[in-house]
């Protein structure tokens, strides 16, 4: 299965692949800057209506995962395109395999497959999607009816047999990443084999009970994106400075969508600006962030960091480009 080599690993995460400081054409160009850059994947997130409430201009312009994922991945020869996550309940399941198998085979077998859930209640609502698909059973019979899709065998469709086409190049299926807040739901990935992918925008105290019980089921904790917010500047001073408007932005739009409230994945404290660049941030300059990430990879394993770059879209262009460039000729050198 593609990635299994225990060389550390930099993806980017976000609506965009942590490229949503734009959302027109010049993402692809984005695209082959971080391909060229020696970036791993890029992880799209499914997300609706990002939009400022009343729809205004503020917040994320978020495109259609599925066709942003095949743009970009006709740009580039090599870079690893993942969903980070796709939402389950808001697919059918054999449409969903179609697409993803169609990527696969498009691109020579560089998608990795991220699915959750999905009981995001407005998504749910403007769709038209009962809750009940959002429930773990019906998560489970979905995705494996994907997986059977996927195989040699024929499935049954009513009173049909049929033979599912295409087939994904990645045999037997695209590797799966359940996205996922609770150590039970990690510790089912775990014995189904499947990886778990860790959000950024969990707290460290809420990722580490997941994260243990994932390994504890005999999960590798090096196989496991694991999100973080990450700006790299010349030095730790420059960094502040030049993210500190950008944190304040984010952290006035995640406290208005009521993100403490949900899960438990961040305290009210976390989103105050000061904590929340101090403890939910990778920022300075090159040595303080590679050491950091360090940190990470003795506390909890991690092999693969997934960079939320573009903190979600708040992040001007010219400050993405110049973190993204430091991370990789910079940072990475430092991380084997």
């Given at each position: 299965m593609a990635g299994d080599d225990k060389r550390f690993r930099i993806g980017l995460s976000g609506c965009?692949?942590?490229l949503e400081s734009v959302s027109t054409s010049e993402l692809l160009d984005l695209a082959?800057?971080?391909e060229a850059l020696g970036y791993d994947a890029l992880w799209l997130n499914e997300e609706h209506?990002?939009?400022?409430?009343g729809g205004g201009a503020d917040g994320r312009r978020c495109l259609s995962p599925h066709i942003l994922a095949s743009a970009m991945l006709a740009r580039t020869s090599r870079l690893r395109i993942g969903f980070s996550v796709l939402?389950?309940?808001m697919h059918h399941p054999l449409r969903l395999a179609e697409d993803l198998a169609s990527l696969d085979v498009l691109s020579d077998g560089r998608i990795d497959f991220g699915v959750s859930r999905g009981a995001n209640p407005r998504y749910l609502s403007a769709f038209g999607i009962s809750e009940e698909l959002t429930s773990h059973e019906s998560f489970v019979a979905s995705l494996k009816r994907m997986k059977d899709a996927w195989s040699e065998n024929a499935i049954e469709i009513g009173t049909d047999r049929i033979s599912f086409q295409p087939k994904p190049?990645?045999?037997p299926h695209p590797p799966v990443y359940v996205g996922t807040y609770t150590p039970e739901t990690a510790v089912w990935a775990a014995g189904q084999g499947h990886r778990i992918i860790c959000h950024g925008v969990n707290n460290l105290a809420s990722i580490a009970p997941v994260m243990q019980s994932y390994v504890a089921a005999g999960g590798d904790a090096s196989q496991v994106p694991f999100g973080r917010f990450v700006y790299v500047s010349d030095s730790d001073e420059s960094a502040k400075a030049e993210l500190w408007e950008t944190v304040l932005k984010l952290t006035t739009r995640l406290k208005s969508i009521g993100l403490?409230?949900?899960?438990?994945?961040?305290a009210e404290e976390d989103l105050?600006?000061?904590n929340f660049y101090a403890n939910m941030v990778i920022a300075g300059g090159p040595d303080t962030c590679a050491r950091r990430i360090v940190d990470l990879r003795e506390q909890f394993g991690v092999g693969y960091l997934n960079a939320l770059a573009a903190f979600f879209g708040y992040l001007p262009l010219e400050l993405l480009k110049k973190s993204l460039t430091l991370l990789a000729r910079?940072?990475?050198p430092q991380l084997g």
């Open positions: 965009s692949g942590a082959s800057f971080v209506f990002q939009g400022g409430a939402l389950l309940a190049i990645q045999r403490a409230k949900r899960n438990n994945v961040v105050e600006p000061e910079e940072v990475r």
